[in-house]
């Protein structure tokens, strides 16, 4: 349920994000040349892939991060520019080791020189933190949290941000399994209705989680047919038709790697 | 207390080493004093050496604050400004090249046989160190930091002063330890080049007049500050910085 | 430089015809190669060290203040020394004795810009008086300006280590004592701006040998040693009666000394060299330390004998 201070998605209508002529070289050969991929408005959509084959490059080049080259275009499906609307969750979880895990949450307003977030925004940051189980942590430095711990602060920084797309780079990838499963669930949760792009080599986390799956395959690297999964998402984990899925999605993932 | 003491042990086992140096060697006192005879002359000339003493610890300080206050500057320029970069560098390079002792006598031409000289030269020395150290720092921020920055929409200048600027703090103290080891001997140079006053200036007296034992008194006192001046800074920094990554689990619990 | 002589040295050695094995000595100059060491380095040349079965290394040190350390350490045997710091060392237990004078008179002395307003030595209160910390500077001074109704603390004593006349050039010190004579009123002459001097021994001070020679108290019996001064000598002697020529010697294979400075402090110095080095005056001696126990520089006066001694 989202918070009555964060927008709701559904009201503002997060656009769809299309990705044209994507080209980028990587080491002197073509990572990806021609690519044309779309993200669904207001849905989930992940990307798996072998390692090297351009996921991250993709991502950040949606984000910004890399410079465009050539024809490749990136548009929102609304017309608007996508800069500044636009939230980013890495690898790690990038808190700032010197800053508390409620500051951390309101990284935003403190990067972008909005002053000293008023009462209000504190308090919702407050409450989201308490929301995923760190109430009795606002105070503490990253050093003093778990990997579990530490990336849900980022999640709730990333909501803090109030974006309607969502860049997500393998952030639960580094944790245990009983810990990616719960963080899985509360993003699915907080992050409902927004337009996610969820980059992960984890198949499982792909079906539990996506309205869409993508495999990423061969060099230079092309996307497969989308694979449309219906239901609402957290799908549970014991779900025969998810595992069922597995096997198929694991078969593409093979043929993709000797691609 | 328990860091103090063991820092005094090990002074304690030094001297016994250097008496042993002495009784072994049988070098003349007028090369190598025994403990005896430098305690002995640290006791008698008490308030002469500290007075002197509290001169140089002055030339210290004020070179180190003031080479901070440059090194600090020096390395956010080159940081945010490109073109700094290809002026800048070389002068820092060449500040650290040039051998010390060739520079001081200019500065004392220039500045005049006051602290003023001193202060100069300890600002010298660790000019390069602390600028070197910070503008590391800046250049080696985590990538992924940056990127979340630019994503959020941070402008450069907000984005060196939240992210960049706080995670090179643990490369600036660096530069800052090694700042307070070497900040003394700017001084002393500083002090034997053209000085009347100053531990420095003692220990040349002292040799000409062949008075090695209060040679070696005052190159103890001067010795013992710059110890007290790297671990009161290491405390100081261990305060502001805590969240320094401590690799080997050091005595921040005592 | 000077070690490249003594390697030329040691080849002419092999290539004369062999007499008895040269006998090797060091000898630690004061300070860098200058014509105060006039008569070493003319008999050098002259080979009066090498028909007295000597082969002398000379070495010029980095800091003064080691080559008597290190003769009393054993490590070199002979040092050029001045009797005030011999008087002090002495007192401080170094076994160190005189053997030889080198330069017989003072060369010490009070300088101030000629065309300054320092016309006397009272004019130089309130002034800044630049000094090189060389043990009993400051009791030189007392003594001078007590002479003129002057006190200590009625200047201003700055340390400016050995750069005498780039200070006083500069107008950085009003007066700097420790200046050499022969040496640093030419250096002031030659850059336009000629000193005014004021001579330690004239104002106050008892007169005393500038330079000497000293050697281990241990080995004050050496023979080495007399044949070391009688080369001496001879050196002395023949410079004085030829000091174009001997000024030729001084440069020769040393190109860096060949300059206006030494050639005018080489005339300058002439007349101060001990005509009998080897010759002691104890009465002198004796009266110099009596000054320095006055000064406070040193507790007691030893028996001469025990820090100076005539060689046999």
């Given at each position: 349920?989202?918070?009555?201070?964060?927008?709701?998605?559904?009201?503002?209508?997060?656009?769809?994000?299309?990705?044209?002529?994507?080209?980028?070289?990587y080491?002197?050969?073509?990572?990806?040349?021609?690519?044309?991929?779309?993200?669904?408005?207001?849905?989930?959509?992940?990307l798996?892939?072998?390692?090297?084959?351009?996921?991250?490059?993709?991502?950040r080049?949606?984000?910004?991060l890399?410079?465009?080259?050539?024809?490749?275009?990136?548009?929102?499906?609304?017309?608007?520019?996508?800069?500044?609307?636009?939230?980013?969750?890495?690898?790690?979880?990038?808190l700032?080791?010197?800053?508390?895990?409620?500051?951390?949450a309101?990284?935003?307003?403190?990067?972008?020189?909005?002053?000293?977030?008023?009462?209000?925004?504190?308090?919702?940051a407050?409450?989201?933190?308490?929301?995923?189980?760190?109430?009795?942590r606002?105070?503490?430095?990253?050093?003093?949290?778990?990997?579990?711990?530490?990336?849900?602060?980022?999640?709730?920084?990333?909501?803090?941000?109030?974006?309607?797309?969502?860049?997500?780079?393998?952030?639960?990838?580094?944790?245990?399994?009983?810990?990616?499963?719960?963080?899985?669930?509360?993003?699915?949760?907080?992050l409902?209705?927004?337009?996610v792009?969820?980059?992960?080599?984890?198949?499982?986390?792909?079906?539990?989680?996506?309205?869409?799956?993508?495999?990423?395959?061969g060099?230079?690297a092309?996307?497969?047919?989308?694979?449309?999964?219906?239901?609402?998402?957290?799908?549970?984990?014991?779900?025969?038709?998810?595992?069922?899925?597995?096997?198929?999605?694991?078969?593409?993932?093979?043929?993709?790697?000797?691609? | 207390?328990?860091?103090?003491?063991?820092?005094?042990?090990?002074?304690a086992?030094?001297?016994?080493?250097?008496?042993?140096?002495?009784?072994?060697?049988?070098?003349?006192?007028?090369?190598?004093?025994?403990?005896?005879?430098?305690?002995?002359?640290?006791?008698?000339?008490?308030?002469?050496?500290?007075?002197h003493a509290?001169?140089?610890?002055a030339?210290?300080?004020?070179?180190?604050?003031?080479?901070?206050?440059?090194?600090?500057?020096?390395?956010?320029?080159?940081?945010?400004v490109?073109?700094?970069?290809?002026?800048?560098?070389?002068?820092?390079?060449?500040?650290?090249?040039?051998?010390?002792?060739?520079?001081?006598?200019?500065?004392?031409?220039?500045?005049?046989?006051?602290?003023?000289?001193?202060?100069?030269?300890?600002t010298?020395?660790?000019?390069?160190?602390?600028t070197?150290?910070?503008?590391?720092?800046?250049?080696?921020?985590?990538?992924?930091?940056?990127?979340?920055?630019?994503?959020?929409?941070?402008?450069g200048?907000?984005?060196?002063?939240?992210?960049?600027?706080?995670?090179?703090?643990?490369?600036?103290?660096?530069?800052?330890?090694?700042?307070?080891?070497?900040?003394p001997?700017?001084?002393v140079?500083?002090?034997?080049?053209?000085?009347?006053?100053?531990?420095?200036?003692?220990?040349?007296?002292?040799?000409?007049?062949?008075?090695?034992?209060?040679?070696?008194?005052?190159?103890?006192?001067?010795?013992?500050?710059?110890?007290?001046?790297?671990?009161?800074?290491?405390?100081?920094?261990?305060?502001f910085?805590p969240?320094?990554?401590?690799?080997?689990?050091?005595?921040?619990?005592? | 430089?000077?070690?490249?002589?003594?390697?030329?040295?040691a080849?002419?050695m092999?290539?004369?015809?062999?007499?008895?094995?040269?006998?090797?000595?060091?000898?630690?100059?004061?300070?860098?190669?200058?014509?105060?060491?006039?008569?070493?380095?003319?008999?050098?040349?002259?080979?009066?060290?090498?028909?007295?079965?000597?082969?002398?290394?000379?070495?010029?040190?980095?800091?003064p203040?080691?080559?008597?350390?290190?003769?009393?350490a054993?490590?070199?045997?002979?040092?050029i020394?001045?009797?005030p710091?011999?008087?002090?060392?002495?007192?401080?237990?170094?076994?160190?004795?005189?053997?030889?004078?080198?330069?017989?008179?003072?060369?010490?002395?009070?300088?101030?810009l000629?065309?300054?307003?320092?016309?006397?030595?009272?004019?130089?209160k309130?002034?800044?008086?630049?000094f090189?910390?060389?043990g009993?500077?400051?009791?030189?001074?007392?003594a001078?300006?007590?002479?003129?109704?002057?006190?200590?603390?009625?200047?201003?004593?700055?340390?400016?280590?050995?750069?005498?006349?780039?200070?006083?050039?500069?107008?950085r010190?009003?007066?700097?004592?420790?200046?050499?004579?022969?040496?640093?009123?030419?250096?002031?002459?030659?850059?336009?701006?000629?000193?005014?001097?004021?001579?330690?021994?004239?104002?106050?001070?008892?007169?005393?040998?500038?330079?000497?020679?000293?050697?281990?108290?241990?080995?004050?019996?050496?023979p080495?040693f007399?044949?070391?001064?009688?080369?001496?000598?001879?050196?002395?002697?023949?410079?004085?009666?030829?000091?174009?020529?001997?000024?030729?010697?001084?440069?020769?294979?040393?190109?860096?000394?060949?300059?206006?400075l030494?050639?005018?402090?080489?005339?300058a110095?002439?007349?101060?060299?001990?005509?009998?080095?080897?010759?002691?005056?104890?009465?002198?001696?004796?009266?110099?330390?009596?000054?320095?126990?006055?000064?406070?520089?040193?507790?007691q006066?030893?028996?001469?004998?025990?820090?100076?001694?005539?060689?046999?």
């Amino acid at each position: 349920m989202p918070h009555p201070l964060i927008a709701d998605p559904r009201a503002g209508a997060p656009p769809a994000v299309s990705v044209h002529a994507a080209r980028l070289d990587y080491g002197g050969a073509a990572l990806f040349d021609a690519l044309d991929f779309t993200l669904p408005a207001g849905r989930w959509t992940c990307l798996l892939g072998p390692s090297g084959v351009g996921k991250t490059t993709l991502l950040r080049l949606i984000a910004g991060l890399e410079a465009p080259v050539g024809d490749t275009r990136i548009v929102a499906g609304d017309g608007q520019p996508l800069a500044g609307r636009i939230a980013w969750m890495g690898q790690q979880d990038l808190l700032l080791p010197w800053l508390s895990a409620l500051d951390n949450a309101l990284l935003g307003s403190r990067l972008r020189g909005d002053g000293d977030p008023d009462r209000e925004r504190r308090g919702v940051a407050i409450e989201l933190l308490i929301r995923v189980g760190l109430g009795g942590r606002l105070a503490a430095r990253p050093s003093a949290l778990s990997g579990g711990q530490r990336q849900r602060v980022a999640l709730v920084r990333t909501l803090m941000e109030d974006r309607p797309v969502i860049l997500m780079d393998e952030p639960f990838s580094g944790l245990d399994s009983i810990t990616r499963w719960k963080l899985q669930d509360l993003a699915a949760e907080l992050l409902a209705g927004r337009t996610v792009l969820l980059v992960t080599h984890d198949p499982r986390e792909a079906l539990r989680l996506g309205d869409t799956v993508h495999v990423m395959a061969g060099r230079p690297a092309r996307l497969d047919q989308a694979w449309e999964l219906g239901g609402p998402t957290p799908r549970p984990l014991d779900d025969p038709a998810l595992l069922a899925r597995e096997g198929e999605l694991i078969r593409r993932l093979a043929a993709a790697a000797e691609a | 207390m328990k860091a103090v003491l063991r820092a005094l042990l090990v002074f304690a086992g030094l001297c016994l080493l250097w008496q042993a140096l002495v009784v072994t060697t049988g070098l003349p006192a007028y090369i190598l004093p025994p403990p005896t005879r430098v305690f002995a002359a640290l006791v008698g000339r008490a308030d002469f050496l500290l007075s002197h003493a509290l001169l140089t610890l002055a030339e210290i300080v004020l070179g180190m604050l003031s080479g901070v206050v440059l090194g600090v500057a020096s390395a956010l320029t080159l940081a945010s400004v490109p073109t700094a970069r290809r002026w800048l560098l070389p002068v820092l390079v060449v500040s650290q090249a040039i051998p010390v002792f060739a520079l001081a006598p200019l500065l004392v031409l220039w500045l005049g046989y006051g602290m003023a000289s001193k202060v100069a030269m300890a600002t010298l020395i660790i000019y390069f160190p602390v600028t070197s150290a910070f503008y590391d720092g800046l250049r080696h921020s985590e990538r992924g930091w940056l990127d979340l920055a630019r994503v959020m929409g941070a402008t450069g200048g907000r984005e060196l002063l939240h992210v960049r600027v706080p995670a090179a703090l643990p490369g600036l103290a660096s530069g800052l330890r090694v700042a307070a080891v070497v900040a003394p001997i700017g001084a002393v140079i500083g002090e034997w080049v053209g000085a009347s006053a100053g531990l420095g200036y003692i220990m040349l007296q002292a040799n000409a007049r062949m008075q090695i034992d209060v040679m070696f008194a005052a190159l103890l006192v001067l010795g013992v500050m710059a110890v007290a001046l790297y671990y009161g800074l290491d405390a100081a920094l261990r305060r502001f910085i805590p969240w320094l990554p401590q690799s080997l689990p050091v005595s921040s619990k005592e | 430089m000077v070690r490249r002589l003594a390697l030329v040295l040691a080849a002419l050695m092999i290539a004369a015809p062999a007499h008895a094995q040269q006998q090797k000595l060091t000898l630690l100059l004061d300070w860098f190669v200058n014509p105060d060491h006039g008569p070493l380095f003319v008999a050098q040349e002259r080979g009066y060290f090498n028909e007295a079965g000597l082969a002398v290394e000379m070495i010029a040190p980095s800091d003064p203040n080691d080559p008597p350390k290190l003769v009393a350490a054993g490590r070199a045997d002979l040092a050029i020394s001045y009797q005030p710091q011999l008087t002090i060392q002495a007192a401080e237990g170094l076994p160190l004795t005189r053997i030889a004078t080198l330069v017989a008179t003072p060369l010490n002395s009070l300088v101030t810009l000629r065309d300054g307003p320092i016309k006397s030595i009272a004019d130089l209160k309130g002034k800044k008086i630049g000094f090189s910390v060389g043990g009993f500077e400051d009791a030189l001074l007392k003594a001078m300006l007590e002479k003129h109704g002057l006190k200590l603390g009625d200047v201003t004593l700055i340390n400016i280590n050995f750069a005498l006349s780039p200070a006083l050039l500069a107008g950085r010190v009003d007066a700097v004592i420790g200046a050499f004579r022969n040496f640093e009123l030419n250096q002031l002459d030659i850059e336009g701006k000629p000193g005014r001097a004021f001579y330690v021994e004239e104002e106050g001070v008892p007169t005393y040998d500038e330079l000497i020679v000293v050697a281990n108290k241990a080995r004050a019996g050496d023979p080495l040693f007399r044949r070391f001064v009688d080369a001496v000598e001879r050196g002395t002697t023949w410079m004085i009666n030829h000091p174009q020529e001997g000024f030729q010697l001084f440069i020769k294979g040393r190109k860096d000394l060949d300059n206006e400075l030494n050639r005018r402090a080489w005339a300058a110095t002439l007349p101060r060299f001990a005509h009998s080095p080897a010759a002691l005056d104890r009465a002198r001696y004796e009266r110099f330390a009596e000054f320095l126990k006055a000064q406070g520089l040193i507790k007691q006066t030893a028996p001469v004998e025990s820090y100076a001694i005539e060689l046999r």
